[in-house]
């Protein structure tokens, strides 16, 4: 009897079944090329990372070349004292007297009261120019409109038109009536405030500072300080050159008192200086950790696990914190069990007050713990080091792969075409061997 299947000849899906064919043939082949790629890749990630941390702790160990290796200073002032201060690197350990006679201030005029109107309104002054200068800065020249010269008129002239020289204008209301005060925000003698007034009807006469009604409330001087009874007039109340290293911040007056200034050693920088180091090294061990780690029934394991070059940079800086220990351990670092280092703030503090060179010498060094680390980074990390020539290899396996593949491709696409002309001669046939049957069938029954 005749094959019954739907399709054309034989009735075979011979489309379906080569599709099927060469999928189970391309199943292995590309199982196996996508799990080395997906390996190559995740290493070439895993190796990437390794290197930005191993380049954070090079960094880090870099920027140490001395000019941060100083212990800092601390500038102490006693509360009340009418005066701050803060000292840099390069202040001399000492104390010093301080009396703060008088502060550098800012010049203040205030005009005459002017009363309002009986209807409540305000009466108009005059009109004209009015000429603002301040210390020897160009002068500004301010025109009051006829009919808009009110107190409140040349209050928002001036600071619409001679704010950016510095001088703000405002009004305070008492019983006689408003009153315009000008005022400077530039301290010292250099910086007075003067205003002159022409033209118009005359009755800006009244705000000429030479001539008119204006009233000095606040001079234009400068400070005085003493440092140990020496004498020093200043410009303004931030003073950083009166005394090497030290920057005064004065607040108050206080004249025929002196406060005690003390400058001290300070570790906190030269702490800071070792926390950025652990950090970056910690970092950089962590990293070496994850990526190297051999994986567990609850974890994952790293992808360069059993990586002779992860494995190496790690022993290598474990040697060197070993081969210095003695010498970081006198600092206050220790080293816990996953290979990362802390530090004892205390003992640290107390061994940089007693050796303030102590982390210098560790760090900065040719041949402290700082050194011995950048000399292994450079060999796994730098420019020809070995990560380099790992990535590159991963690089070129991922081009073998890719050439795998297409040669996979090209098989796939062989066997697919010999698969459909074996199938399709063996349909033709069948749809041969179908039409005899056919006839047959047709002869016997005849």
Not at 93 to 104: D, F, H, N, T
């Amino acid at each position: 009897m005749a094959l019954t299947l739907s399709g054309a000849g034989s009735g075979i899906d011979i489309n379906g079944l080569v599709q099927q064919l060469v999928a189970a043939e391309r199943m292995p082949a590309d199982q196996r090329l996508k799990r080395i790629e997906n390996e190559t890749r995740a290493q070439i990630s895993a190796i990437g990372s390794l290197r930005s941390a191993l380049g954070g702790l090079e960094s880090a160990l870099k920027r140490l070349d001395g000019t941060g290796m100083a212990l800092g200073r601390k500038a102490s002032v006693a509360e009340g004292a009418g005066f701050g201060a803060t000292a840099s690197g390069n202040a001399a350990l000492g104390s010093y007297q301080i009396e703060v006679e008088r502060l550098a201030s800012t010049q203040k005029w205030q005009s005459a009261a002017v009363a309002l109107d009986g209807d409540g309104s305000r009466p108009q002054v005059g009109y004209g120019t009015l000429t603002i200068t301040l210390g020897d800065a160009d002068p500004v020249v301010v025109t009051i409109d006829s009919g808009a010269g009110t107190l409140a008129d040349i209050r928002d002239a001036i600071n619409d038109q001679a704010g950016d020289l510095g001088v703000s204008a405002t009004l305070v209301r008492g019983d006689s009536g408003e009153v315009l005060v000008l005022s400077s925000n530039r301290v010292g003698s250099d910086s007075a405030l003067s205003v002159s007034a022409s033209g118009g009807d005359g009755g800006l006469a009244v705000f000429d500072t030479a001539t008119g009604t204006m009233t000095e409330k606040t001079p234009a001087q400068d400070g005085i300080v003493r440092v140990d009874g020496i004498t020093r007039t200043v410009a303004g109340n931030t003073v950083a050159d009166l005394i090497d290293g030290v920057t005064l911040q004065l607040s108050q007056a206080k004249p025929g008192e002196t406060f005690r200034l003390d400058v001290a050693s300070d570790p906190a920088s030269l702490r800071g200086v070792v926390d950025e180091f652990v950090k970056a090294y910690n970092a950089a061990i962590t990293q070496l950790r994850t990526q190297t780690a051999p994986g567990t029934e609850s974890s994952s394991a790293g992808a360069l696990r059993g990586d002779s070059a992860a494995r190496g940079i790690m022993q290598a800086l474990r040697t060197a914190v070993g081969t210095h220990y003695a010498a970081a351990s006198a600092l206050g670092l220790k080293t816990a069990t996953d290979g990362t280092l802390t530090v004892d703030g205390s003992a640290f503090d107390a061994a940089v007050q007693a050796d303030p060179s102590a982390v210098s010498r560790l760090l900065a060094d040719a041949d402290g713990l700082g050194a011995a680390i950048l000399g292994q980074l450079k060999t796994y990390i730098g420019t020809d080091g070995l990560f380099e020539d790992r990535t590159e290899n991963l690089n070129e396996r991922l081009e073998r792969l890719g050439k795998d593949r297409e040669a996979l491709d090209r098989r796939m696409g062989s066997l697919e075409a010999r698969l459909r002309a074996q199938y399709s001669a063996m349909d033709t046939f069948i749809a041969q061997l179908n039409a005899t049957s056919q006839f047959l069938v047709q002869r016997l029954s005849q």
